[in-house]
């Protein structure tokens, strides 16, 4: 059974040089024994290694930018990888903390042969922006340990995988640093040398976990291995090369977020009604921004105009260092068949237009409104989720309705000005079954700044203005 191994030894650097300011000498550094896990090769260039001190880095320069190291940051990427790479090929093993393990056997049968297979691989990797090494080996731990090494080479020789598994030190196994000891204690330099001890022999010598370990290397032994299943989510976490204090500075990096986003939804001929936006402020609680689309979107231009009318009305409350993008759910394509001779009637669908109306104003400031079986007109109409649906079957449905004004004053007040009336009266009286019975004399009356008005007059002849006609 042939593997292959995919190791990617920085991911969270590879997630900074992504975007496109030039990155200084950098560092991340792991937060328990504050050494250096990742350097970029300006960093390299001023002497720092891997595995050097926080404090001795930071002596070879003043200008040195130093990150640290986030393991879910890490674990979540590898999980983005697998999702990308199950388009391709099909038994995906996550290997902690840094790798991926792809079962090639079964996938050789609809791939010309192994070159186009990593091919296939490789081209999926591309756009992702992550350095990494591959190793192909008979069992899991040699493709893991080849990979490792930076071994690098389609080859698919059984006798020349092993060999080359042989030439590695004893230090590239994964054991704990008690077995290499007792390794090195009696004259073991080389995965070779250890190889040629029969296992029986190696049990009397050794305990029976390095049994176990050198016969899953060898093959011989069963080795454990859970399969990855994709879940329908997206999920992109981005952290910023500087904290920014301005969202309007944000639009690059979120549109690269939003760029994944379209190639994700496109592979699966999917739309989404909604995105969610994470920003991690420094010292504060993240703020959490939901942005629509009435009609389903995948177009990353789309979603940056949208998230943009949200962002202007957003204030930060400490300095911006790292932007999560995630969608929950989606939707199918809507391909809608239009005639051959139809030209469009404008630049933008009702749905769209409602879709930028929230995000300027706010989802709970743009509402429909649906008409209501009552002559009261305080109670004729209700609040409704807008739609082009709704407001079409509220006019068709009131063909014959009666001269009513657009706008109805909130609270009903009293009319104090000389009014001329034009048309009336209307008198509606009902409500008594409820408790909030009226009695009333509708008019349409003019004022003296040429204003049309929807006046009443009650049982005690008071007169009310209630609406204005626009």
């Known amino acids: 059974m042939l593997w292959l191994y995919l190791h990617f030894p920085q991911l969270q650097l590879d997630g900074l040089l992504a975007q496109s300011a030039p990155l200084p000498p950098t560092i991340i550094v792991s937060d328990k024994q504050h050494a250096v896990v990742q350097l970029n090769d300006a960093a390299r260039q001023l002497g720092v290694k891997i595995g050097m001190g926080l404090g001795a880095a930071a002596a070879m ?6 990150y640290e190291f986030k393991v879910d940051h890490e ?3 590898i999980e983005e990888l697998a999702q990308w790479l199950y388009l391709d090929t099909a038994d995906i093993h996550i290997s902690a903390p840094r790798g991926l393990l792809l079962k090639v056997s079964n996938m050789l049968s609809l791939y010309p042969n ?6 296939t691989i490789q081209a999926r990797l591309l756009p992702q922006n992550v350095q990494y090494h591959f190793g192909l080996g008979y069992s899991p731990l040699a493709a893991q340990l080849l990979a490792q090494a930076g071994y690098d ?3 698919e020789d059984k006798v ?3 060999a080359a598994v042989g030439k590695l030190p004893i230090d590239a196994l994964t054991l704990n640093t008690r077995q290499k000891q007792q390794l090195l204690r009696v004259g073991i330099k080389s995965v070779q040398a250890l190889l040629d001890i029969p296992l029986v022999e190696l049990g009397r010598r050794f305990d029976t976990e390095l049994v176990q370990y050198v016969g899953r290397l060898q093959g011989k032994f069963h080795h454990p291995v859970e399969f990855y299943q994709p879940t329908e989510t997206f999920q992109r976490n981005l952290i910023l090369l ?15 977020l ?5 190639a994700f939804l496109k592979l699966r001929d999917k739309l989404t009604l909604e995105i969610v936006l994470i920003l991690e402020q420094r010292d504060a609680e993240s703020l959490c921004l939901k942005v629509g689309s009435a009609q389903g979107e995948y177009r990353a231009k789309k979603w940056q105009e949208l998230c943009q009318l949200i962002l202007e009305r957003t204030q930060l409350s400490a300095p911006l260092q790292a932007i999560t993008l995630r969608v929950d759910e989606f939707c199918e394509s809507h391909n809608q068949n239009e005639d051959l001779f139809s030209e469009p009637i404008g630049t933008m669908t009702h749905a769209g237009l409602l879709s930028v109306l929230r995000a300027k104003l706010g989802e709970q400031a743009v509402y429909g409104v649906t008409a209501l079986p009552d002559a009261r007109p305080e109670y004729a109409t209700s609040r409704c989720e807008p739609s082009v649906q709704a407001l079409h079957s509220f006019f068709t449905e009131n063909k014959a309705s009666l001269l009513r004004p657009n706008f109805l004053l909130a609270q009903i007040q009293p009319l104090h000005d000389k009014v001329t009336l034009l048309q009336g009266p209307e008198r509606i009286s009902t409500g008594w079954w409820d408790g909030h019975d009226i009695e009333r004399d509708y008019f349409i009356a003019q004022d003296e700044q040429l204003r049309r008005l929807w006046v009443f007059r009650d049982r005690q002849q008071r007169w009310f203005v209630h609406g204005i006609f626009s």
């Open 242 to 256: 500087f904290e920014l204090e301005n969202l309007t500075y944000l639009s690059k990096p979120l549109y690269t």
């Open 160 to 162: 020349s995988l092993f």
């Open 153 to 155: 080479k389609i080859d």
């Open 61 to 66: 320069s003043t200008s040195l930018s130093v």
């Open 75 to 77: 674990q979540q990427r």
């Open 258 to 262: 939003l760029l994944q986003l379209e």
């Open 114 to 119: 192994l070159t186009h297979y990593l091919e």
